[in-house]
């Protein structure tokens, strides 16, 4: 059964930096992409990265591009999301996401997420 525990969230000032965390476990993740979410109060949930396990490919949303890296450590499954410069409107719960290279994100298996607040 896969799990995904995202870590690292918390209230910090705009311009500074917040680095998350995923824990995944249940199966090996080669051939899947891992992802990063994000749903702020009365609004959809919003793609911010993604990386291929395997290849360690990336994108990134244009909102975010330039200030957050995702990465990955295959050894000890993991999936991280370095956020800087971070502005009052990247306040939201992230989730993180492992699905199927190829497959819709709708497919995915989903954290429970972590809370980022931004203040001004």
């Known amino acids: 059964q896969v799990q995904l525990v995202e870590s690292g969230g918390g209230v910090v000032q705009a311009g500074g930096s917040l680095r998350l965390s995923c824990a995944a476990s249940g199966r090996t993740f080669s051939g899947y992409s891992m992802g990063w979410f994000r749903q702020a109060q009365g609004k959809g949930r919003d793609f911010v990265a993604s990386i291929t396990w395997s290849y360690g490919q990336t994108h990134y949303a244009d909102s975010v591009k330039g200030r957050v890296t995702i990465s990955r450590d295959s050894a000890v499954k993991m999936v991280y999301l370095e956020m800087n410069r971070l502005k009052v409107e990247d306040t939201a719960v992230y989730f993180c996401?492992?699905?199927?290279?190829?497959?819709?994100?709708?497919?995915?298996?989903w954290g429970q997420g972590t809370q980022v607040t931004v203040s001004s």
């Open positions: 996401a492992a699905v199927w290279d190829g497959n819709s994100w709708s497919s995915a298996y």
